[in-house]
């Protein structure tokens, strides 16, 4: 059965620190994966990583796609309490590009 | 409009009663998705529409669960005989067609508790 598994499931930091987001997936016929932010309740939509891009940064965000080792990681640097959210990590898979499925989150708290 | 717009925000029901929920997605959106997010888990898919028609309905969990869209713009997902498992949040998003999931735009949801 696919799956995503992310780690940690939560995180205490202070303003001012780098912060690592772990997403390791297990998947038949990989498509894509993506990293959401979500405040209150609307993901928004942070990076797509596929076989052709593999790393994509915007900001003091950056994300990698490490196929061989079936993970990604995303960066925060000089977070700031604005960051606090949930980042939940998804993959397409197989012949749909539309339907994903999610880990169980991340829940990321900056201290001022 | 702006956004994807999602009613009512929150809903609390008795076991056992109908529900609807409803989403009106960005003007000129022709997918929508409805995903389903319970406490401390991720969003899971429910159902995909292309236009008036249901083209992926896989994640419904059970016969309870039906959603419509009749015009091809607001959808309204509907639940029968509600469980206190169906309590979480009904997340709607929309998309133009083709778009992939990185297309995708979030509504804030609606938050269903059944007591």
């Known amino acids: 059965e696919d799956k995503v598994v992310q780690s940690p499931l939560s995180l205490v930091v202070h303003e001012g620190d780098t912060v690592t987001l772990n997403c390791s997936y297990e998947v038949t016929n990989f498509r894509s994966l993506l990293w959401y932010k979500q405040e209150k309740k609307a993901p928004t939509f942070l990076f797509m990583l596929t076989s052709s891009g593999i790393e994509k940064k915007s900001g003091r965000l950056s994300s990698i796609l490490d196929k061989k080792e079936l993970s990604s990681i995303l960066n925060i640097t000089a977070t700031q309490t604005g960051d606090s959210a949930i980042y939940l990590c998804a993959f397409c898979s197989g012949g749909s590009n539309y339907k994903l499925t999610f880990g169980k989150g991340t829940l990321l708290t900056v201290n001022p | 409009g702006a956004g994807v717009s999602q009613t009512p925000s929150n809903k609390v029901t008795e076991k056992g009663k109908y529900v609807e929920l409803r989403c009106d997605p960005i003007s000129g959106h022709t997918a929508l998705y409805w995903y389903r997010q319970s406490l401390g888990q991720g969003p899971e898919f429910l159902i995909y529409?292309?236009?008036?028609?249901?083209?992926?309905d896989s994640g419904l969990p059970n016969d309870r669960f039906f959603a419509v869209r009749p015009e091809g713009s607001v959808s309204t997902l509907k639940i029968q005989r509600t469980e206190r498992g169906d309590s979480a949040v009904y997340l709607c998003a929309s998309s133009l067609i083709g778009q992939g999931a990185d297309g995708y735009t979030f509504g804030s949801g609606t938050r269903l508790t059944v007591v």
């Open positions: 529409f292309q236009g008036t028609g249901a083209a992926d």
